[in-house]
């Protein structure tokens, strides 16, 4: 089976950079696999776009060698089983709460006796190769985020759950678990503090751990920090903050500043 580089890094201990694609656009997210990203992120919680996009999206990033992962929009089975046998080789399961809901992202996941996933991989065996039913498991990466109050107090709990391929820091999220405004780029001390505490129980634990950035200056600190995977930005982002910067030059004029979207 097609191996699952990006994984491989993490469990190895490298870093990795991925973007985020949260537009319904085939060409965007074949133009971004061949930027050389490792991995790249179609998001079905919060971005423009739903199944059918992904299934063309999925095959565009699969001409390059950029590793496909689908945020779904919630800790759903048949979603994520869905997702990958479209072809993703990585999901990011939000708003995970404790170790319950974490064993059940992983059981999705996993065919049995490892876990409960039905088979019928249509595209995924075909992305993936000869092999794929009997390596799958190992190869698929079920990754959990930790961005609510409860999760925060389950934080060992669920970075414990055997099987789990990684967390994932949503940021914004996790500043209003903290009450602070939706900002995930901050150097808030609650947020820091609580963002290294994630940070330092994944590497006690041997689990790889991401982050959400909105550019450049959050992930140099983000990987310096010790962080497997970040997020440098998305589609949207990268489109906004290069024609924007551009026209302000062009009409000597200070940039405006926009509403923060998470993107």
Same mark, same amino acid.
């Given at each position: ?21 949260? %537009? ?34 999925? /095959? ?16 759903? /089975? ?38 409960? $996933?039905?088979?019928?991989?249509? $595209? ?5 190769? $000869? ?12 990754? &959990? ?36 405004? /939706? ?6 001390? %609650? ?58 030059? &062009? ?6 500043? $926009? ?5």
């Amino acid at each position: 089976m097609r191996k699952n580089t990006a994984l491989e890094k993490w469990r190895n201990g490298e870093q990795t950079i991925g973007a985020w694609l949260s %537009l319904a656009n085939t060409h965007s997210a074949e133009m971004l696999a061949h930027a050389g990203f490792d991995w790249l992120c179609i998001d079905l919680q919060h971005g423009l776009l739903d199944y059918q996009d992904l299934r063309h999206m999925l /095959p565009a990033i699969s001409t390059t060698d950029t590793i496909p992962i689908v945020r779904v929009a919630g800790n759903d /089975p048949k979603e994520i089983m869905k997702v990958l046998d479209a072809g993703a080789l990585g999901v990011i399961v939000p708003l995970v709460n404790n170790r319950a809901e974490a064993e059940a992202a992983v059981s999705a996941c996993r065919y049995p006796p490892q876990g409960s $996933r039905s088979f019928g991989p249509v $595209r995924a065996a075909l992305y993936g190769g $000869r092999g794929y039913a009997a390596e799958a498991n190992d190869e698929i990466a079920c990754i &959990a985020m930790i961005e609510t109050k409860e999760g925060i107090a389950n934080l060992e709990e669920i970075v414990t759950t055997p099987g789990l391929g990684g967390i994932y820091v949503g940021p914004s999220d996790l500043a209003l678990a903290l009450g602070l405004s /939706p900002r995930g780029d901050t150097d808030d001390p %609650l947020h820091l503090e609580t963002v290294a505490t994630i940070v330092a129980t994944c590497k006690k634990h041997g689990v790889p751990v991401g982050c959400h950035t909105g550019g450049l200056e959050y992930t140099l600190r983000r990987l310096e920090a010790g962080f497997n995977f970040v997020t440098l930005g998305s589609d949207s982002g990268f489109m906004m903050q290069s024609a924007a910067s551009q026209l302000a030059q &062009a009409r000597g004029a200070q940039q405006k500043e $926009r509403e923060n979207t998470g993107y």
